[in-house]
């Protein structure tokens, strides 16, 4: 059963605060991805990685930083927390292999309130 | 411009009817895929179908279709015979550059809140 776990699944931090939103996946998945989701807006990108220690920038990267030192691992660092981060962060990983029809896998999500 | 566009906020269909959920996308890449995702209270993102750009026939999946119009640049969601467990919001979305290998990000809309009434 193929697994993508998320550290917290409700987190309130205060403004200014650093914070680690960790992602883990059990499938030797190469490609990982953070998304936030807001009402009305969908999933917005914020970064993804397509091997270790890879990453690029998604469609709002700004005030988040990401870190993969492992392949099974991915993590969204917050640096100074501020209320308009507030939202539910959904992390997703998938493969390279051959098929083109490989979708994306989710983990159960991380509400997060910033006050 | 938006890569993926859902124009329908909410919608409500009878139990044991069929309902099309709206789609259209944008790209300049030959090589693509679509998907539908079903996303209940719950949280969790459920993968419904996908669609390459390639495939000449519409996909189906139990009783979900996906209504594929290339030149119209149209992936339409149908389910047939609604239940009131398809109560969820659905998300379309989109993975370019299939052929050049990429890292394969995928672009999600807005999405529809689907609502089945009894």
């Known amino acids: 059963d193929v697994k993508v776990t998320q550290s917290s699944r409700y987190l309130v931090k205060r403004t200014g605060e650093k914070v680690f939103l960790e992602c883990v996946q059990d499938?030797?998945?190469?490609?990982m991805f953070w998304y936030r989701q807001d009402p009305g807006l969908g999933l917005r990108l914020i970064y993804f990685?397509?091997?270790?220690?890879?990453?690029e920038k998604g469609d709002i990267p700004e005030g988040y930083s990401v870190s993969r030192e492992k392949k099974e691992r991915f993590s969204l660092i917050l640096e100074s927390a501020s209320t308009n981060q507030t939202s539910m962060y959904l992390c997703?990983?998938?493969?390279?292999?051959?098929?083109?029809?490989?979708?994306?896998?989710f983990g159960q999500g991380t509400r997060l309130t910033v006050v | 411009a938006q890569k993926i566009t859902q124009t329908q906020p909410g919608m409500f269909v009878q139990e044991k009817e069929a309902v099309t959920l709206d789609c259209t996308y944008d790209?300049?890449?030959?090589?693509?895929?679509l998907f539908w995702y079903k996303q209940p209270s719950s949280g969790e993102m459920i993968f419904l179908i996908y669609?390459?750009?390639?495939?000449?026939q519409n996909a189906t999946e139990g009783r979900y279709s996906l209504n594929f119009q290339k030149a119209r640049k149209s992936a339409n969601l149908v389910i047939s015979a609604s239940q009131l467990g398809d109560s969820a919001m659905y998300f379309c979305?989109?993975?370019?550059?299939?052929?050049?290998?990429?890292?394969?990000?995928?672009?999600f809309g807005s999405g529809t809140q689907l609502t089945v009434l009894p």
């Open positions: 997703a990983s998938s493969s390279n292999r051959a098929r083109t029809d490989t979708e994306a896998f």
């Open positions: 499938m030797d998945h190469e490609n």
């Open positions: 990685s397509y091997d270790v220690k890879m990453k």
């Open positions: 790209t300049s890449d030959q090589s693509y895929g």
């Open positions: 669609q390459g750009s390639y495939d000449e």
């Open positions: 979305a989109m993975r370019e550059g299939l052929a050049s290998g990429s890292a394969r990000q995928l672009t």
